[in-house]
């Protein structure tokens, strides 16, 4: 089975904002950790911990209002994929982190966007 990766990719939240992507984008689509744990017998238990799916971004400063990005109400965010044909979907998103915008490049990195739901649909699929 083969499939398409990288290419144009946008990324738009539902309260309007844009934003233009750089760089990797890196997807936890699990929202629960597991852990094993061996027990002082040799067996072995698992356990899990709940934690919010994330999704780390890089993108160019384009005159965001950072403040209001990382407080402002939570939003649904859709990542398209043009070139795989993939489409992510975050449903009670918002972004944590402490921005860090680099001068020379435009570059802003340091935010996560943390989701409550996710959905991901495939072209073809």
């Known amino acids: 089975m083969s499939k398409d990766f990288g290419g144009r990719m946008s990324l738009r939240f539902s309260n309007g904002e844009l ?3 750089r760089a990797t984008v890196n997807l936890v689509p699990t929202r629960m950790t597991v852990t094993a744990v061996t027990n002082q017998n040799g067996s072995v ?3 899990g911990e709940m934690k919010p ?3 780390e971004i890089s993108f160019a400063d384009y005159g965001h209002n950072y403040d209001q ?3 402002g109400d939570r ?3 859709t990542l398209v994929e043009e070139f795989s044909g993939a489409t992510h979907y975050f449903t009670k998103a918002f972004l944590s982190g402490d921005p ?3 001068r020379l490049t435009g ?3 340091g935010l996560t ?3 409550e739901r996710y959905n991901k649909t495939d072209a073809g699929a």
Do not use: H, K, P, Q
Request: proline share 0%; with cysteine; hydrophobic share 40%.
């Open 100 to 102: 860090s915008v680099n």
């Open 69 to 71: 990005l990382i407080s």
């Open 75 to 77: 939003f649904d965010g």
């Open 53 to 55: 799916g994330t999704c």
């Open 113 to 115: 966007l943390n989701y």
């Open 19 to 21: 934003i233009a992507l």
């Open 45 to 47: 238990d698992r356990t």
């Open 107 to 109: 570059e802003v990195t």
